[in-house]
């Protein structure tokens, strides 16, 4: 499995942005498709957005299209989530992952070979 490091996490004011970088090693990056799922106090870890292995296609949760953007630097082994206009709702542990497989949906964890261990980001009023 490729391990996964998150950073970019912090304290930021509700209409803030923020990046969060996920740093991938012990694998081959480029083929992996990497997702971003994030999970807050009492709830279930859900998806947030996910990008192929080339970068040409990405997708996104719903309520976070046009707010987000995933984007990934293969000769950097580096995946990125840009996050605007932030929400309090916001407020999660952010985690990385990677998908080595071809098959499954890109929206569900069970897709997902490995995890970084996340970073927090937490907006306030």
């Known amino acids: 499995q490729v391990q996964l490091v998150e950073s970019g996490g912090g304290l930021v004011q509700a209409g803030g942005s923020l990046r969060l970088s996920c740093a991938a090693s012990?694998?081959?990056?480029?083929?992996?498709?990497m997702g971003w799922f994030r999970q807050a106090p009492g709830k279930e870890r859900e998806f947030v957005a996910r990008?192929?292995?080339?970068?040409?296609?990405?997708s996104y949760a719903d309520s976070l299209k046009g707010r987000f953007t995933i984007s990934r630097d293969n000769a950097k082994n580096t995946v990125y989530l840009q996050m605007n206009s932030l929400k309090l709702d916001d407020t999660a542990a952010y985690y990385c992952?990677?998908?080595?497989?071809?098959?499954?949906?890109?929206?569900?964890?069970?897709?997902?070979?490995?995890w970084g261990q996340g970073t927090q980001v937490t907006v306030s009023s």
């Open positions: 992952a990677a998908a080595s497989g071809v098959s499954g949906s890109y929206y569900s964890q069970s897709t997902y070979d490995s």
């Open positions: 990008i192929s292995r080339t970068g040409f296609t990405t």
């Open positions: 012990g694998g081959t990056f480029s083929s992996y498709t």
